[in-house]
């Protein structure tokens, strides 16, 4: 088969490699017929992520069909058509149990294995470890593309940063960074009850799409001189009662820290590819909270009721469109977002 290969910092290939077989009972192996690119696998084509060697497939979000099943697989039969959850779970092992799959003991101690420890779904199949507790089943009145973004993007921003950031009725939310993850993180801040979700980014073109599509009440560009303080002035003056960083620069995690009111939270939902200032000397009296995570992926089926319902607008997310053989392409599409104002490309065999 073919698939999308990476070779160190900077260096992929859309090359030949072996098809992926059943090699456990709890095994599938799947025919990838959508997938997308993460900001995570722009951090690994930088070098972030030392853990992913040379000749690694990357990917960790798809749709496919099943064309192969292991022995123990109970939930999942050869055609059905599935969702690939981005968290690989054994969902039996004490943090399977307690809801945070994302430190599965069983798979190494990180659900994140996909495209990372293991070959991942940029390609034209895929093998997944422990099916039943790492697949959803595609449901009907769910399009593939839509289906797609419950892979990672909608439960992170979801998860890590309004279920896990303690957004609450009547509460005002600040989105720092409207790209696909923020931009999850205001279309869901809503099913939490905020009054208010007021998304802060540089961009004119995504704070225009974040008000008029995705459910942001007001809109800040953080260019601006005072900013900060225009977003306060959307509050009672004191500041947002959550923060949620999506971005994972260092300048965005303390415009976090410059506008939460005393008592509120930081939901850090970017990830980092360097270390932040943390001015506790002058935070520690505010009483405020600080979250972060990799995303657990518990809430996907929650969220694919509300998208077959029309409740969560995911397909706009899609702004390019490609097929997989043209996944180099996507990738500097995707990789100059501000250039092509794209949101996510979306690859399909």
């Known amino acids: 088969m073919k698939a999308l290969v990476y070779h160190g910092p900077g260096q992929q290939a859309w090359e030949d490699v072996p098809d992926p077989t059943v090699q456990e009972p709890t095994d599938c192996v799947v025919k990838v017929e959508t997938t997308t690119i993460c900001g995570t696998d722009l951090h690994i084509m930088k070098g972030d992520v030392p853990t992913v060697t040379d000749g690694r497939i990357l990917g960790h979000e798809g749709v496919g069909t099943i064309t192969a099943v292991g022995s123990a697989v109970g939930n999942f039969a050869v055609g059905d058509r599935v969702i690939i959850s981005c968290i690989t779970s054994c969902g039996t092992c004490s943090y399977c149990r307690k809801g945070l799959p994302s430190h599965c003991q069983t798979v190494g101690g990180i659900g994140w294995i996909l495209g990372h420890l293991i070959d991942g779904v940029q390609a034209e199949y895929v093998r997944i470890p422990y099916a039943d507790t790492s697949l959803y089943h ?63 980014d540089l961009d004119d073109n995504r704070l225009d799409l974040a008000r008029s599509v995705f459910g942001a009440t007001h809109t800040v560009n953080s260019g601006t001189d005072g900013w ?24 965005t995690f303390g415009a976090a820290l410059s506008i939460i009111r005393p008592g509120g939270q930081v939901a850090n939902v970017g990830v980092h590819g360097t270390s932040v200032d943390l001015p506790v000397n002058e935070k520690w009296s505010d009483n405020i909270r600080i979250s972060m995570g990799l995303v657990n992926a518990v809430t996907g089926d929650m969220l694919l009721k509300m998208i077959a319902e029309g409740k969560l607008p995911v397909d706009r997310l899609a702004t390019h469109r490609f097929r997989l053989d043209q996944i180099v ?18 690859m399909t065999a």
């Open 138 to 200: 595609l449901p009907a009145g769910v399009t593939d593309e839509q289906g797609l973004f419950v892979s990672d993007i909608l439960p992170t921003g979801y998860e890590i940063g309004v279920r896990d950031g303690g957004v609450k009725p009547g509460d005002v939310v600040a989105v720092i960074g409207t790209g696909p993850v923020g931009l999850a993180a205001i279309m869901t801040a809503g099913l939490h009850g905020a009054s208010r979700v007021i998304a802060v």
């Open 228 to 251: 900060a303080d225009t977003v306060r002035g959307l509050t009672d003056g004191l500041g947002v009662d959550v923060a949620i960083e999506a971005v994972g620069l260092p300048t």
């Open 329 to 346: 392409d996507a990738y500097d599409t995707f990789g100059h977002a501000a250039r092509t104002k794209a949101l996510k490309v979306v």
